[in-house]
């Protein structure tokens, strides 16, 4: 068994404070860069789902005023036959789910008949900001552009 030297300890110590400091540092750095991107991916993930989902949405819409000469009052009348209207062809229900709401989680926004679609119907989500108009996130996702 061999004794080691006290200068021999000295080295075995380990790692000193500024070197972990300065790992620390990249660390830091390294996790703040991925939080920009995830967030960056999520949100635009959410723009992709709002835009399919109005194209879904419009399908049914589509399909509903083909076989029943006139548009829904409201969305939920995809789903159900709404009471109180003579729809003899009405052969829902049109779309199997409930009615989504956008990624933001505020309904979607319908108007029948449009205010920029004046011959059939608007449909959108006003975005991450939930206000009108908007860039980027914040933009609205719209049947008409």
Same mark, same amino acid.
């Given at each position: 068994m061999s004794m080691k030297s006290?200068?021999?300890?000295l080295r075995q110590r380990g790692f000193s404070l500024?070197?972990?400091?300065?790992?620390?540092?990249?660390?830091?750095?390294?996790?703040?860069?991925?939080?920009v991107v995830v967030t960056k991916r999520a949100e635009q993930a959410k723009l992709v789902r709002a835009t399919a989902d109005i194209e879904n949405l419009g399908s049914a819409?589509?399909? %509903?005023?083909?076989q029943n000469g006139v %548009?829904?009052?409201?969305?939920?009348?995809?789903?159900?036959? @709404?009471g109180g209207v003579d729809? @003899?062809?009405w052969d829902g229900p049109y779309i199997k789910k409930p009615v989504p709401n956008d990624p933001w989680?505020? @309904? %979607?926004? %319908?108007?029948v008949p449009g205010e920029k679609?004046?011959?059939?119907?608007?449909?959108?989500?006003?975005?991450?900001d939930g206000a009108?108009?908007?860039?980027?996130?914040?933009?609205?996702i719209t049947n008409w552009e």
């Open positions: 006290p200068r021999m300890l500024l070197e972990l400091l300065v790992v620390m540092f990249i660390l830091v750095l390294l996790a703040g860069t991925v939080t819409i589509d399909q %509903y005023q083909l %548009y829904p009052n409201e969305l939920e009348d995809l789903r159900t036959k @709404p729809l @003899p062809r989680d505020r @309904p %979607y926004i %319908y108007i679609n004046a011959d059939s119907y608007d449909l959108y989500s006003l975005g991450r009108e108009g908007g860039t980027g996130s914040d933009a609205d």
